[in-house]
């Protein structure tokens, strides 16, 4: 998942992409209304978790205008405990969930994962397609039962490949799933990626689709 954390407090901005990348999350960082505007115009993310109080207004402001805009992307606000109206007026224009500071880092990340998959319209939390099973939660892969050993980045490739088996996945669009602001991205990256899961999974499993992309083969 590539995730928007919009929190003007630099050292739990910071902590909150420490600990959401272990989990296995891209994360980018903004700390204003202004700022939050700009990213969401320019980048597409699976989730955002977004702070109430930012130094240039309110972030139920930044809510209202996504879905004013028709954004659909999945919203956890950052509330204090005793913010009862703020979350409920908060879940009213569009937020999908909240989390009271403090917080557990676990159960963000957990509650992150669900309005996710929510909005990737999935129920299930664990991922299947042709003989694989990925346990997002854990970071934690099987093929055929048999444990995978697999990079944060070759997981996510693989994530992003089985989220909607048969779908062609572009180079771009998998470099915006890998990769945050500011992390140089080589050229050949993504086929190495793909390279290093086909020695793993086996090859017939991942699609080359010529000047389109890849896409996880679906049984017949």
Same mark, same amino acid.
């Given at each position: 998942?590539?995730?928007?954390?919009?929190?003007?407090?630099?050292?739990?901005?910071?902590?909150?992409?420490?600990?959401?990348?272990?989990?296995?999350?891209?994360?980018?960082?903004?700390? %204003?209304?202004?700022? /939050? !505007?700009? *990213? &969401?115009?320019?980048? +597409?993310?699976? $989730?955002?978790?977004?702070?109430?109080? =930012?130094?240039?207004?309110?972030?139920?402001?930044?809510?209202?205008?996504?879905?004013?805009?028709?954004?659909?992307?999945?919203?956890?606000?950052?509330?204090?405990?005793?913010?009862?109206?703020?979350?409920?007026?908060?879940?009213?224009?569009?937020?999908?969930?909240?989390?009271?500071?403090?917080?557990?880092?676990?159960?963000?990340?957990?509650?992150?994962?669900?309005?996710?998959?929510?909005?990737?319209?999935?129920?299930?939390? %664990?991922?299947?397609? /042709? !003989?694989? *099973? &990925?346990?997002?939660? +854990?970071?934690? $892969?099987?093929?055929?039962?048999?444990? =995978?050993?697999?990079?944060?980045?070759?997981?996510?490739?693989?994530?992003?490949?089985?989220?909607?088996?048969?779908?062609?996945?572009?180079?771009?669009?998998?470099?915006?799933?890998?990769?945050?602001?500011?992390?140089?991205?080589?050229?050949?990256?993504?086929?190495?990626?793909?390279?290093?899961?086909?020695?793993?999974?086996?090859?017939?499993?991942?699609?080359?689709?010529?000047?389109?992309?890849?896409?996880?083969?679906?049984?017949?």
């Amino acid at each position: 998942m590539r995730i928007l954390i919009i929190e003007d407090d630099q050292i739990l901005a910071e902590g909150l992409k420490v600990g959401l990348g272990l989990a296995g999350m891209t994360v980018d960082l903004v700390g %204003s209304c202004a700022q /939050a !505007g700009e *990213a &969401l115009a320019t980048t +597409t993310f699976d $989730a955002v978790v977004l702070d109430l109080m =930012l130094p240039d207004g309110s972030g139920l402001d930044v809510l209202r205008g996504m879905r004013q805009r028709g954004d659909r992307t999945p919203v956890l606000l950052l509330t204090a405990l005793d913010e009862i109206a703020d979350r409920i007026k908060g879940l009213d224009l569009g937020a999908d969930d909240y989390c009271g500071k403090p917080f557990d880092l676990d159960e963000l990340a957990a509650r992150v994962r669900a309005v996710g998959r929510r909005g990737a319209g999935r129920a299930a939390p %664990s991922l299947w397609a /042709a !003989g694989i *099973a &990925l346990e997002p939660s +854990t970071l934690s $892969a099987t093929l055929d039962g048999h444990p =995978l050993t697999l990079s944060r980045r070759e997981f996510a490739v693989l994530a992003l490949l089985m989220e909607h088996p048969g779908a062609i996945r572009s180079k771009g669009e998998i470099e915006d799933r890998l990769y945050g602001w500011g992390e140089e991205v080589e050229s050949n990256t993504v086929e190495v990626h793909v390279h290093h899961l086909r020695a793993k999974v086996g090859r017939e499993k991942i699609e080359t689709v010529r000047g389109l992309g890849y896409r996880m083969r679906v049984a017949p």
